[in-house]
């Protein structure tokens, strides 16, 4: 892990710890709520499938990492990761997102960094799609959220009471973050579908058929909404498919990627 001091003129300093998996094209993978321990694993897998370098960077606040205080919205962490890949000088950048990194991604795409060459919107937040709203997630227990998140939820049941205490605090700490970035209760940004058309980089937005956080037709008008966009739909699969379809995924992103 290395850590990078950012500034921005709206947030100042900011320590971002990254992970690297691999090496090869380059793919900046922004995690959810759930932290970086979410997308770890599927970083390494297609690292290790791909001719890919990976980085995974902990939105401060998450994973124990500090945040901050001026720091509190999604539109400045997308500025934030824009001075990350011009301090590493990276090229041709495909950024993927998940959850409220989708968000994100959204959001570095619309900023029009030269180094981002495309994005991937896997299950993204951040619009309001009426009829199709996102998941009360700041009001449910974990084995709710749980089952509105797997196709298969029983798979990946956890009792977080059976946790040990310092991975129940990084939970903890986590959703604290995600409430301040995602502007708790909402998890939108009632601006955000009318600007997604100045998207231009190509774009790529992937939902799970099974996602109960935020359903595939809110996907669709995801996907929409950015004119350079083409949704598919992954089956089998809910709103975290780098960890329940991981390999159809990454087939996925690679084809987009490299088309």
């Known amino acids: 892990m290395t850590t990078h001091t950012l500034r921005t003129a709206q947030s100042g300093p900011v320590e971002i710890s990254v992970t690297e998996h691999g090496s090869g094209r380059p793919f900046l993978l922004l995690h959810g709520g759930a932290g970086p321990r979410s997308v770890t694993g599927f970083a390494d897998l297609l690292a290790e499938s791909r001719d890919a370098r990976v980085l995974v960077p902990a939105h401060p606040g998450f994973g124990g990492t500090p945040r901050p205080e001026p720091l509190r919205t999604i539109r400045q962490l997308a500025a934030v990761y824009a001075e990350l890949l011009d301090e590493l000088d990276l090229r041709d950048v495909t950024v993927v997102g998940n959850s409220i990194g989708g968000w994100i991604a959204a959001e570095l795409a619309l900023l029009g960094s030269p180094r981002v060459s495309g994005t991937v919107l896997v299950d993204a937040v951040g619009i309001d799609v009426p009829g199709h709203p996102v998941a009360d997630f700041f009001n449910l227990t974990f084995p709710q959220v749980t089952a509105l998140s797997y196709h298969d939820p029983e798979r990946f049941a956890v009792d977080p009471a059976a946790l040990p205490p310092a991975a129940r605090a990084e939970m903890a700490a986590n959703r604290a973050a995600l409430a301040v970035y995602a502007g708790r ?75």
């Not at 100045?198 to 909404?225: F, K, S």
């Open 185 to 259: 209760p909402s998890m939108i940004d009632p601006g955000l579908r009318a600007r997604l058309a100045d998207i231009t980089v190509p774009a790529l937005v992937l939902w799970g058929e099974a996602d109960r956080i935020a359903d595939p037709d809110y996907g669709r008008a995801y996907a929409a909404a950015i004119p350079s966009a083409r949704f598919h739909l992954l089956t089998a699969t809910g709103h975290l498919p780098q960890i329940e379809t991981p390999d159809p995924l990454i087939d996925e992103i690679w084809a987009f990627a490299t088309r």
